[in-house]
C-alpha cells in the first residue's frame, strides 16, 4: 500500500524556520520525483518544489527559491522540505506527492509516472 505522510508544520513566527517531512511507503523515493504542494485559504494549490529521481537539479517556485530546500534520505524513504525565513504568505497546508507539477525552475514543468498518491497535509502558519 502506497502511503505519504507529512509532518512538522506549525505555528511560527515571520522569519522563522521549519522542517516538513514526507514518509513514503510503498515505493523508494530514490525512484520517483517527489512534489511539495501548498494550498492557502481560497486560493488554489501550487507546487512549490520538485526533487527529481535524476541527478538534475531540484525546482522550486520563484516564491520559495533561496529560502525553502528539498533534500531526500532514502535511508528513512523520506523526503523533507527545510524551510528558512518564512513569510505570512507562506502560510498554507503543505502537502507531497507522488508528481511534481507547477511553475518551478523557467517555465511549467510535469513530472508524472501514472502514479498519483498524496499525502493528507500539514498545516504551517505564519505570524506576522
Known amino acids: 500500500e502506497v502511503q505519504l505522510v507529512e509532518s512538522g508544520g506549525a505555528l511560527v513566527q515571520a522569519g522563522g524556520s521549519l522542517r516538513l517531512s514526507c514518509a513514503v511507503s510503498g515505493f523508494s523515493v530514490a525512484d520517483y520525483a517527489i512534489g511539495w504542494f501548498r494550498q492557502a485559504p481560497g486560493q488554489e494549490r501550487e507546487g512549490v518544489s520538485c526533487?527529481?529521481?535524476?541527478?538534475?537539479?531540484?525546482l522550486y517556485s520563484d516564491s520559495v527559491r533561496g529560502r525553502f530546500t528539498a533534500s531526500r534520505d532514502t535511508a528513512k524513504n523520506t523526503v523533507h522540505l527545510q524551510m528558512n525565513n518564512l513569510k505570512p504568505e507562506d502560510t498554507a497546508v503543505y502537502y507531497c506527492?507522488?508528481?511534481?507539477?507547477?511553475?518551478?525552475?523557467?517555465?511549467?514543468?510535469?513530472?508524472?509516472?501514472?502514479?498519483?498518491?498524496w499525502g493528507k497535509g500539514t498545516l504551517v502558519n505564519v505570524s506576522s
Open positions: 506527492a507522488s508528481l511534481c507539477n507547477g511553475y518551478l525552475g523557467d517555465g511549467y514543468y510535469n513530472r508524472y509516472y501514472g502514479m498519483d498518491y
Open positions: 526533487i527529481r529521481d535524476t541527478d538534475d537539479p531540484t
